[in-house]
T-cell receptor, first 115, second 111 residues
Framework: GAGVSQSPSNKVTEKGKDVELRCDPI?????LYWYRQSLGQGLEFLIY????????KSGLPSDRFSAERTGGSVSTLTIQRTQQEDSAVYLC?????????????FGPGTRLLVL | SQQGEEDPQALSIQEGENATMNCSYK?????LQWYRQNSGRGLVHLIL?????REKHSGRLRVTLDTSKKSSSLLITASRAADTASYFC???????????FGAGTRLTVKP
């Protein structure tokens, strides 16, 4: 079956512009996660959704970052007024249920470059 | 597909004991990372070890890497109840730089 998909696969933008990243989780997966990985670094957790609600937003680095999930499926991560330090690979993952007890399946990521 | 495979799948110990978790992988890697996930939370990065390193320490954590055996181990010393979580290894595939996670080891530390 289809895995987690993300779009766009690559995004180049100018400093100060807003960007929107999309994640389509595996059908039936209730949990959805966003992570960021800067070059040479480990994954940085951003936000987690259970259904449409986000019980854990602790990882969002600033108020320029927001995310939503509608219909318990597709999620969008929005970065407003992008900065050069936002350049990274943004990874989305989904799992069947309770975090920490189910395998997370990762999408291919969106490579964001802010010039 | 998942590349790293952790074992055991589940581990239950008493507070104060050491916990050892292992990870095996299949391809050549740039680095290997260990993550922790508490129930209801996202993944937290613990430690990264590069392919040319053999051992790394961070607080109560000790990670080893044996590239000849394509395996790594995570040792948590003097475990605490707060260490109860799932632990994942992730490999950075040298061929395509994809990160692949295993299914994790669920560690329970009893007080």
């Amino acid at each position: 079956g289809a895995g987690v998909s993300q779009s766009p696969s690559n995004k180049v933008t100018e400093k100060g512009k807003d960007v929107e990243l999309r994640c389509d989780p595996i059908s039936g997966h209730t949990a959805l996660y966003w992570y960021r990985q800067s070059l040479g670094q480990g994954l940085e957790f951003l936000i987690y959704f259970q259904g449409n609600s986000a019980p854990d937003k602790s990882g969002l680095p600033s108020d320029r970052f927001s995310a939503e999930r509608t219909g318990g499926s597709v999620s969008t991560l929005t970065i407003q007024r992008t900065q050069q330090e936002d350049s990274a690979v943004y990874l989305c993952a989904s799992s069947l249920g309770q975090p920490g007890r189910e395998t997370q399946y990762f999408g291919p990521g969106t490579r964001l470059l802010v010039l | 597909s998942q590349q790293g495979e952790e074992d055991p799948q589940a581990l239950s110990i008493q507070e104060g004991e050491n916990a050892t978790m292992n990870c095996s992988y299949k391809t050549s890697i740039n680095n290997l990372q260990w993550y922790r996930q508490n129930s209801g939370r996202g993944l937290v990065h613990l430690i990264l070890i590069r392919s040319n390193e053999r051992e790394k320490h961070s607080g109560r954590l000790r990670v080893t890497l044996d590239t000849s055996k394509k395996s790594s181990s995570l040792l948590i010393t003097a475990s605490r109840a707060a260490d109860t979580a799932s632990y994942f290894c992730a490999t950075d595939d040298r061929r395509n730089n994809d990160m692949r996670f295993g299914a994790g080891t669920r560690l329970t530390v009893k007080p």
